[in-house]
């Protein structure tokens, strides 16, 4: 599928290092809630330096949306979305990604692991088919939680927040134990979804694994970006795969 020029319609701060960024959506653009895209910044010098992102907005709607974690001391594309305003574009390429909504079960989120959860229950809100879908959202503090609101009015008492570092007597504190996760599993067969960094996804699987969850009911994907441990030509190799890639942008 050939790249898509889109216009920025809307692009707020929704926490201190999180971007709400939402996009007019190209004719005949479709995706599967969960699923993820890679986005590009159309300015000159930024072309080409794709990065994935989920999309939280659902089929549905005539909008593409993103919550974007920013890291301004990688010096890369999320530090540049810092600098974008209305009316500026993106790229956007295939949709692609392994979490898609298989039936009811245990959501369990990590910081901005939650963007392809948002997707999902948005889409299930849209059709009354919440259900009794749980959610466990993990974060260092309150101030990190995403579109909390949104998701306590989706899910109502079947979200649970756990802060790892902030102690908050409206929120339960610590990691997800296999204390916490016995008590939101219910002993029948249920999906469990989970979607975050890689150490977090690991931990909870090898619980959930002790628990007798199968393999198969387990649902995951990492939104953390692997990179090489030891490459001296990493930083060369990143500019040159581009270049052989590029492609012409002025024909979207
Ligand atoms: C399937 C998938 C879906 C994703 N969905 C989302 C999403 O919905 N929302 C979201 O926020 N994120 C998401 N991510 C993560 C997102 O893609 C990355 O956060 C993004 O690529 C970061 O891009 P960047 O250019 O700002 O920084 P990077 O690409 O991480 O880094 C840019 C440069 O900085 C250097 N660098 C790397 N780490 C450091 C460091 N610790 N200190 C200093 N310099 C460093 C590197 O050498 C690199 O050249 C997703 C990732 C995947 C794989």
Redesign the pocket.
């Known amino acids: 599928m050939k790249p898509h020029l889109v216009k920025i319609k809307a692009l707020k701060r929704i926490t201190h290092d999180?971007l709400h960024i939402i996009t007019d959506k190209p004719a005949k653009f479709s995706y599967v809630p969960g699923q993820?895209v890679e986005l590009s910044i159309n300015k000159p010098g930024w072309q080409t330096?794709r990065?994935?992102?989920?999309f939280i907005s659902i089929p549905e709607t005539s909008d593409l949306e993103?919550?974007?974690?920013t890291?301004p001391?990688?010096?890369?594309?999320?530090?540049e979305m810092l600098k974008l305003i209305v009316g500026d574009e993106l790229i956007v390429y295939e949709e692609f990604?392994d979490i898609s909504y298989r039936g009811e079960g245990l959501f369990i989120a990590e910081g901005?692991g939650i963007?392809p959860f948002l997707s999902i229950f948005r889409n299930l809100n849209s059709r009354h088919l919440i259900g009794d879908n749980q959610l466990i959202y993990a974060n260092k503090i309150k101030a990190d939680i995403i579109l909390e609101t949104e998701l306590t009015n989706i899910l109502d008492g079947n979200y649970t927040n756990i802060l790892l570092e902030e102690q908050n007597a409206a929120y339960a504190h610590g990691p997800i134990t296999e204390n916490v996760l016995k008590h939101f599993l219910t002993g029948k067969p249920q999906y469990v979804y989970v979607s975050g960094s890689a150490k977090m996804i690991t931990s909870v699987e090898k619980i959930l694994l002790a628990l007798h969850v199968s393999k198969d009911f387990i649902v995951k994907?990492?939104?953390?970006?692997r990179?090489p441990v030891v490459f001296p030509y990493y930083?060369q190799f990143?500019t040159i795969i581009p270049i052989l890639n590029t492609q012409s942008y002025d024909k979207l």
């Open positions: 999180v993820a330096d990065r994935s992102f989920y993103f919550c974007i974690k890291y001391e990688h010096n890369g594309v999320t530090n990604g901005v963007a994907e990492t939104s953390e970006v990179r930083q990143c």
